[in-house]
Structure formats: structure tokens, C-alpha cells
């Protein structure tokens, strides 16, 4: 059984492993604001009483909760007013997602306000597809802003989307879903059609390679309305980049960039050429109908001169990107630092 533990030191080490009995579901103990849960997940309620914002921003900095998901090693953390989801793998602590415990329309992480210009590429924005959830600071912020809009959450760990719905304040309701399904396997199942496709699915230091390939992104643009647009979150400081924009441009006919300043790129492609006037009337449009809190015109503002990919095509028979990727990205840390 996946457990989920949320410690304070303050409590005996023999009431730690009492607390993980899995018979537990919920023990609340209110006079430390310290709570224990195992796998099964939580109710709306239970979830509420944990991701209290106020409270949360009153604790003390430092670890809250550690859990066991089948792909990572989840950890949730307080770090001044902010609350940050991080995994372990093979020794170094990877960011997934932060969120912000002074506003819930804050995005703290630059990349995720880029990725919001796939929005400005669209015709609609009535559907949309997210693979890979993390604490879902971009399905929180596009479903408040967007409150008509229909969002499919693909997730592959459990133990993620369980993390996102009790810390990070993640919704599951009629038009907000959350899928647990490898992203790949949900395309090739499922035969609905979506405006926009938000991309951000890295293990570690890079994409699972199947999700990064030539039939990986024609099996995307097949579940895209005509004009849709996807946008990918891509690390740029290593090999795996040019040849991730050589691969996306042999698919899509139009490929835009929006980079963070640290190494994150939001690459948004689309089947159906779009004038950087056309783009910016669409963003001024969007802006005046739902006040984005960070200005679509803004972000579109951002856009970098497009850098022509090189290398080899990524295919369902070749894609190393384990080798491409070997250098490591500059900003991952031990993971017991």
C-alpha cells in the first residue's frame, strides 16, 4: 500500500510507525497542525482541512510530507510562502512545482506563465489537455481564469495526483478531470479532441522518450481541433533541445518559443501558420474577456527568434535520450542537501 506520511518532529518515533498503520485514514492532531495519512485518497474534506492556505503559511520552513508514488518519491515542502513538490531519483532532488501560499492566482515558476501562450494560438479555448499534473499550478490557474473550459489532467503516478489534491489544492470536479494513464496510452485510447494540449511530462532531468517522438507528436496533433495548439516545456541546456525542435517541426508547420531566462523553453506548435500580428490580436482578445492575472500580451511579448533545430528526427525506433540528456541540468541537487 502507497503511504503517505506527513511528520513533525515533535512526535515520538513509536507514534510514527503507529500512525502508518494502513488502517488509518486520517489522524488529525490539531495541536501541532501535523497530519498522518496512508494510500487511499483523501476525501474533499480531508483534503480542505490539510491545504488550509493561512495555516500552511504559518508553519515553520521544512519538510511535510513524503510520499511513496510508483514512479518517484514525492516530498512536499514549506519554503517561506511557498509551497514546493520536489521527487528523489537516483540521488538528486528535481522542482516539479511550486505554488504560491500568499495568492492562489501566483505562478512562481517562469516556464509555467509561458506555457500559457499555447492559449493565444487556439481558436477556442473550450477544451484542453494537460499531461503530467505535478502540484497543478497550471490547471488551477487556467480553471480559474477560464471557468467555462473543459481541462483533462493526464497523470501516470498516483501517488502525484494525491499530492496534488491534498497540498496543492487540486479539484477534481465535472470539468476539471484527473486521469491516471501514461500520456501516450491516453492518446492512443481515447478519441476526444482538444483546443490546446499543455505538455510538461519530465521524470527527473527529461521526458520519457515515447513522449518525444515523431508518432508521439502526429498522435497529438490528430486529437488537436484544426488550428489547435500544443505547447512542451523543454530543457534547453543540453542535446535533447535542437533535436526536440528538429522532431516537432517535421510534425507541426508552425513551432514558436518562449523562453524562461533559466533554462526552460515553452515550445508551442501549431498545424496552422500564425502571424505574430495574429497571435497578439488573439492575446489582446483573451486578456479583455478573462483578465489573465499575468497578461497574455505580455507573455506573448516574450516570444524568442525560432532556433532551427539540428540533429537526428526522434523516432519510436530511435530516440537516446538518455545520451542527450547525460550532462544533467545545472539546477538539480543532491538529494540530501
Known amino acids: ?22 488502517l488509518l485514514l486520517a489522524a488529525s492532531l490539531l495541536g501541532l497542525g501535523t497530519f498522518v495519512a496512508t494510500a487511499a485518497v483523501l476525501s474533499e474534506a480531508q483534503a480542505a482541512e490539510i491545504f488550509n492556505r493561512a495555516a500552511v503559511l504559518a508553519r515553520k520552513d521544512g519538510r511535510l510530507a513524503h510520499i511513496e508514488g510508483q514512479y518517484n518519491d514525492i516530498f512536499v515542502a514549506k519554503r517561506g510562502n511557498e509551497l514546493t513538490m ?7 532532488s528535481y522542482t ?8 492562489p492566482d501566483v505562478l512562481p515558476i517562469n516556464y509555467v506563465r509561458m506555457m ?3 492559449l493565444a494560438y487556439a481558436p477556442q479555448v473550450d477544451n484542453i489537455l494537460q499531461i503530467g499534473l505535478g502540484g497543478g499550478a497550471l490547471t488551477n490557474y487556467i480553471g480559474r481564469f477560464l471557468p467555462d ?3 483533462d489532467s493526464v497523470e501516470i503516478d498516483p501517488g502525484v495526483i494525491n499530492a496534488a ?4 489544492s487540486v479539484k477534481e470536479t465535472e470539468r476539471m478531470r484527473l486521469l491516471e494513464s501514461d500520456g501516450r496510452v491516453y492518446l492512443n485510447r481515447n478519441r476526444n479532441l482538444y483546443d490546446v494540449a499543455l505538455i510538461d511530462a519530465y521524470i527527473g532531468s527529461s521526458v520519457p522518450f515515447h513522449l518525444m517522438t515523431k508518432e508521439f507528436y502526429a498522435l497529438l496533433k490528430r486529437r488537436l481541433v484544426p488550428g489547435g495548439a500544443a505547447v512542451f516545456n523543454i530543457i534547453e541546456i543540453n542535446r535533447l533541445f535542437p533535436v526536440s525542435l528538429r522532431t516537432l517541426q517535421t510534425v507541426f508547420a508552425n513551432v514558436d518559443l518562449y523562453r524562461s531566462g533559466i533554462g526552460e523553453v515553452a515550445v508551442v506548435a501549431t498545424d496552422a501558420p500564425r502571424t ?11 486578456q479583455e474577456k478573462y483578465g489573465f492575472r499575468y ?14 533545430g539540428a540533429g537526428e528526427v526522434l523516432t519510436d525506433d530511435f530516440a537516446p535520450v538518455d545520451v542527450y540528456v547525460a550532462r544533467g541540468p545545472q539546477w538539480k541537487k543532491r538529494a540530501d542537501q
Open 96 to 103: 516539479e512545482s511550486r505554488i504560491s501560499l500568499a495568492g
Open 149 to 151: 473550459a473543459r481541462i
Open 86 to 92: 520536489t521527487t528523489h531519483l537516483k540521488g538528486w
Open 295 to 308: 497578461a497574455l500580451p505580455d507573455v506573448i511579448a516574450q516570444r524568442s527568434a525560432l532556433d532551427p
Open 1 to 22: 500500500m502507497r503511504t503517505v506520511t506527513l511528520v513533525d518532529a515533535r512526535i515520538p518515533c513509536r507514534a510514527r510507525r503507529l500512525a502508518r498503520m494502513p
Open 116 to 118: 500559457t501562450t499555447a
Open 165 to 168: 489534491k491534498t497540498w496543492f
Open 276 to 286: 505574430v500580428a495574429a497571435v497578439e490580436r488573439r492575446a489582446a482578445e483573451l
